[in-house]
């Protein structure tokens, strides 16, 4: 049997459909071939392994975010805000105007540093944080001679390394509360309660806002959660409260339905009220007006043993002036009580002072 001669013109044969398809190819195409399903869906895997990691890392390097900075320790921080000098002055004349027309009355402004100022250790010594502490002295300078200034910068920087703030929020843990409730009572004459405090549970499963601003791993496993407790004198006075809006009493400062809702800060007062008005046990004809944002809640159920009545105010929600609530609850004390943010550049407050 003879083999054949394989030369460059029979090495590869091809059929004469083959050959035409061959020869018809434009110069350059590359053949077709199948791409198993299987190579696909591991390319589209490793490719998408690699993003959310990328991503993931890139989400963790970023230490600022919408004005948040993010700490160790899943810490969060609201950076201090620019005062807003216009909203400021017109504030003070307002409380001015209050205090011409009312001199029986005594008026008084506390304003709660921010996290930022006070524990600012937490925040590497790179970062350019504003000096609130700065911006306080110079509001308190812009004030009316006739209002009375309650410093709690001072108390807090004694006690910088408690837990003074949420990890997760802006508002003033339990703790925090403490120094601050007291430290307003002091400052408007009153008697601070004497006896120990009972500690109570409200929440071990509370987020705050800020947590919407940490990483995105944070965010999908949620596993920042801290607890709400509030410290209550063990002598504290019989109250009840009323719903200026409903007219609906409680017999607590305090909405347990809240803990199981989306926002369970709204625990204080089943969420921020226009207008609330306490009457308690303590006999001592003292009507104190607390006008106020959110951070204030938290604060004012320390009041109870210390006034008579207390009206809550919020001027982001409520629709009358001042003088109106004045001439109908005739307040012996009133306390502008804002978190330092907030009261910086909130102009609500004009509104309900007739500006």
């Known amino acids: 049997m003879a083999f054949e001669k394989k030369t460059p013109d029979n ?16 110069a350059g195409r590359p053949s077709r071939r199948r791409v198993s399903a299987g190579s696909v869906f591991v390319f589209v895997f490793l490719f998408l392994t690699a993003a959310s990691l990328f991503l993931l890392y890139s989400d963790m390097k970023r230490d600022l975010r919408h004005g948040v900075y993010r ?15 216009e909203k400021i002055a017109l504030a003070s004349e307002g409380i001015g105007a209050v205090a011409k027309a009312h001199p029986d009355i005594s008026q008084y402004m506390m304003l709660i540093p921010s996290a930022a100022c006070v524990q600012s250790g937490y925040i590497p010594a790179e970062i350019r944080v504003r000096n609130q502490a700065e911006d306080l002295k110079m509001i308190r300078g812009a004030m009316p001679s006739e209002l009375n200034w309650i410093d709690l910068l001072e108390v807090f920087s004694l006690h910088a390394g408690e837990k003074l703030y949420y990890a997760t929020d802006i508002y003033l843990t339990g703790w925090g509360c403490r120094y601050a409730s007291n430290k307003a009572i002091e400052g408007m004459g009153s008697e601070v309660p004497q006896s120990r405090d009972l500690c109570y549970l409200l929440s071990d499963r509370f987020r705050g806002k800020l947590a919407a601003d940490g990483t995105l791993l944070q965010r999908l496993l949620k596993s920042k959660r ?57 006999v001592n004809e003292e009507t104190l007006f607390v006008i106020g944002d959110r951070e204030a809640d938290c604060i004012v159920p320390r009041f109870v043993s210390s006034f008579e009545n207390i009206v809550l105010i919020h001027p982001s929600k409520c629709s009358d002036r001042i003088e109106k609530l004045i001439g109908k609850y005739k307040p012996t004390k009133i306390l502008y009580l804002y978190g330092a943010n907030s009261f910086m550049r909130d102009r609500t407050l004009l509104h309900f002072l007739g500006k």
């Open 226 to 282: 801290e607890r709400i407790e509030i410290y209550v004198p063990e002598t504290e006075e019989p109250y009840y409260r009323v719903d200026g809006e409903s007219n609906i009493s409680y017999g607590s400062l305090y909405d347990r339905n809240a803990v199981d809702t989306e926002n369970q800060f709204d625990v204080f007062f089943g969420g921020e009220r226009p207008l609330t008005i306490i009457h308690t046990g303590a």
């Open 11 to 26: 090495y590869m044969k091809y059929s004469s459909e083959e050959e035409a398809e061959y020869e018809a190819r434009p």
């Open 71 to 85: 700490c160790e320790d899943q810490r969060m921080m609201e950076l201090p805000a620019v005062p807003d000098v």
